[in-house]
């Protein structure tokens, strides 16, 4: 079974840079989509297809995905950014294709 | 605007039949652009695929969950339901319900609209 490898947690200062990773076997391959979840609230999609953004989504929202890894950018980190992250992907290499989520990451703003 | 709203019982006993609705609005269920699929989230942990289903009655499942889970669609009521049965604790999670377009040129599209969630507790 495929597996999505996460950091738990990743900190960061206001106005500074996040880099989220997400790590995979020949992740590159795949399509990589990235949620954000606040709390008690509904996952929120913020990059599909590797790179794109939804509409609405800030520009400082980026991904990139190539090897074994796939990260999700945040430039310009602002406090409302403070939530869960997490991959995902589509597992089409066995009998029974399925979604794969991350672990996910919490990323703190300090 | 589309809505998805997750309904059933917040309590089920643990080896019972877990059964939950998702109620469409805004939208057709009888559309052949899309997937309707359950995620669940247990308390403080990740998020994991149960299932999809498509307007006709196709179904893909998680291969961890397959044996237990039974999705199905009403497109009469514009709804889809879960159904997970022999229930344990480690069941006790939030289910959200979500959508997703149909894969086009060998791309797989993420969910797109997810329904608020309902927290489900497997306990006696």
């Known amino acids: 079974s495929y597996v999505l490898t996460q950091p738990p947690s990743v900190s960061v200062a206001p106005g500074k840079t996040a880099r989220i990773t997400c790590g995979g076997n020949n992740i590159g391959s795949k399509s990589v989509h990235w949620y954000q979840q606040k709390p008690g609230q509904a996952p929120v999609l913020v990059i599909y297809?590797?790179?794109d953004r939804p509409s609405g989504i800030p520009e400082r929202f980026s991904g990139s995905n190539s090897g074994n890894t796939a990260t999700l950018t945040i430039s310009r980190v602002e406090a409302g950014d403070e939530a869960d992250y997490y991959c995902q992907v589509w597992d089409s290499s066995s009998d029974h294709p399925h979604w794969v989520f991350g672990g996910g990451t919490k990323l703190t703003v300090l | 605007q589309l809505q998805l709203q997750e309904s059933g019982p917040g309590l089920v006993k643990p080896s019972e039949t877990l059964s939950l609705t998702c109620t469409v609005s805004?939208?057709?269920?009888?559309?052949?652009?899309?997937?309707w699929g359950w995620i669940r989230q247990p308390p403080g942990k990740g998020l994991e695929w149960i299932g999809s289903i498509y307007y006709s009655g196709s179904t893909y499942y998680n291969p961890s969950l397959k044996s237990r889970v039974t999705i199905s669609v009403d497109t009469s009521k514009n709804q889809f339901s879960l159904k997970l049965s022999s229930v344990t604790a480690a069941d006790t999670a939030v289910y959200y319900c979500?959508?997703?377009?149909?894969?086009?040129?060998?791309?797989?599209?993420?969910?797109?609209?997810w329904g608020q969630g309902t927290l489900v507790t497997v306990s006696s």
């Open positions: 297809y590797d790179s």
């Open positions: 805004g939208g057709s269920i009888s559309s052949s652009s899309y997937y």
């Open positions: 979500a959508r997703r377009e149909v894969s086009i040129r060998g791309l797989t599209p993420p969910f797109d609209y």
